[in-house]
Structure formats: structure tokens, C-alpha cells
């Protein structure tokens, strides 16, 4: 079975914090996501990495950058955290596409972030 | 731009009775893959069921079933003999295949409740 595990389920960290979310899978996936869900929004991509020290901005990439210095870690950074960066985040990985079948994402179990 | 849609936010079904919740999505792309996830509360995120837009037979997985109707747009899942542990969160997620990421396209979400 496909393991993505994150470093921790609840985090409480103060306005202004670096705060870092780690992200891990198991199965030698290429790609891997960072996603924020919120209620009535749906997921919706901060950042991914097709590969190791490559990285693409998703769709609200502003205020989070992102590290992957190995295939199967992928970190989240919020610079300096801010109120409305309480969310839930979730991580996912997939491998690239294989004789033209396209894998499933496998998610982590998600942090839970309040910033006070 | 590529859209999902999920226009019922919760939904509520009587145990052991049929609920179909429906998504729509929009894109000018014909090669794609349709998915539902369901995200239990405080679970992880899981695959439900998946669709590949080139197939005209609809999906099933066991209680799971969807009603793809290509030319509408409209990929909705249908849940057979509802159980109280389908009570989750479903998102509706689309991909385009062959494009130049794995990026997935979700929905709001839809909220459904499993009643004793």
C-alpha cells in the first residue's frame, strides 16, 4: 500500500512564524502536491514538483514556498504566517503517467493549522 | 479554463437506501479522467471510483456506480444500499490526460450525512 504520511496532524504556530510542513511518501512517486482545503473551496493547489529540486507554483502559491531536496520528501514553508493561512493542508503524491495510464493521487491524512 | 462543479453542498440519505450526488465540469479537452474521492471526517482522502473519458461504460465499484454523460459534461455518483460509514465528504475531480502535469481539478465538495 501507498504511504504518504505529514509530519503532524494538528499545528498551532503565532502570526509572523516560520512554519514548516513536511510531507512523505513511500512509493518512489515523481510528482507531489500541496494542497489547502477550506470549506466551500474545495482543494485548491498551492505548489507541486515534478521531480527533485523542481518545483511548480499552483494556483495560490502567494505567501508558501516549497522545498523537495529528495523524491520522497516534500515540504511546505509559510515565510511568515498570517490568520488567514489557517487551514487544512494536504499532501499527495502520483507517479508520472505509464503507457498512458493515469494514476490515482494517494493523500496524506492532512494538517489541521490554526495561526493565532 | 477547466471547471468542476458540485452544486449540492451537503446532502442527507436514509441507511440503506440509493443517493446520487452530481457533478458537472467544463473543458475543451476530450482525453481525460474523471474521479471521485471521499474524505471521511478526520480520515484520509481516498479514491472512490474513477472514469476515463474515452469509455463509454459507465464505472462501478461494488456499491459505487456513476452516470457519465460525456456531451453534458456531467460524471455524477450514485451510492446503492447508503451504509453509515459512507457518511464523508465526496469531491469531484477531473485530469487532463497528456497534459504537461498531473495537476487535479476539484470541486467544493458535497457533505453527505448517513441517517440510522
Known amino acids: 500500500d501507498v504511504k504518504v504520511t505529514q509530519s503532524s496532524r494538528y499545528l498551532v504556530k503565532r502570526t509572523g512564524e516560520k512554519v514548516f510542513l513536511e510531507c512523505v511518501q513511500d512509493m518512489d512517486h515523481e510528482n507531489m502536491f500541496w494542497y489547502r482545503q477550506d470549506p466551500g473551496l474545495g482543494l485548491r493547489l498551492i505548489y507541486f514538483?515534478?521531480?527533485?529540486?523542481?518545483?511548480e507554483k499552483g494556483d495560490i502559491p502567494e505567501g508558501y514556498s516549497v522545498s523537495r531536496e529528495k523524491k520522497e520528501r516534500f515540504s511546505l514553508i509559510l515565510e511568515s504566517a498570517s490568520t488567514n493561512q489557517t487551514s487544512m493542508y494536504l499532501c499527495?503524491?502520483?507517479?508520472?503517467?505509464?503507457?498512458?495510464?493515469?494514476?490515482?493521487?494517494?493523500f496524506g491524512p492532512g494538517t489541521r493549522l490554526l495561526v493565532l | 479554463a477547466q471547471t468542476v462543479t458540485q452544486s449540492q453542498p451537503e446532502m442527507s440519505v436514509q441507511e440503506a437506501e440509493t443517493v446520487t450526488l452530481s457533478c458537472t465540469y467544463d473543458t475543451s479537452e476530450n482525453n481525460y479522467y474523471l474521479f471521485w474521492y471521499k474524505q471521511p471526517p478526520s480520515r484520509q482522502m481516498i479514491l472512490v471510483i474513477r472514469q476515463e473519458a474515452y469509455k463509454q461504460q459507465n464505472a462501478t465499484e461494488n456499491r459505487f456506480s456513476v452516470n457519465f454523460q460525456k456531451a453534458a459534461k456531467s460524471f455524477s455518483l450514485k451510492i446503492s444500499d447508503s451504509q453509515l460509514g459512507d457518511t464523508a465528504m465526496y469531491f469531484c475531480a477531473f485530469h487532463i490526460y497528456g497534459g504537461a502535469t498531473n495537476k487535479l481539478i476539484f470541486g467544493t465538495g458535497t457533505l453527505l450525512a448517513v441517517q440510522p
Open positions: 514538483s515534478y521531480d527533485v529540486k523542481m518545483k
Open positions: 499527495a503524491s502520483v507517479p508520472n503517467p505509464r503507457q498512458g495510464y493515469q494514476e490515482t493521487q494517494y
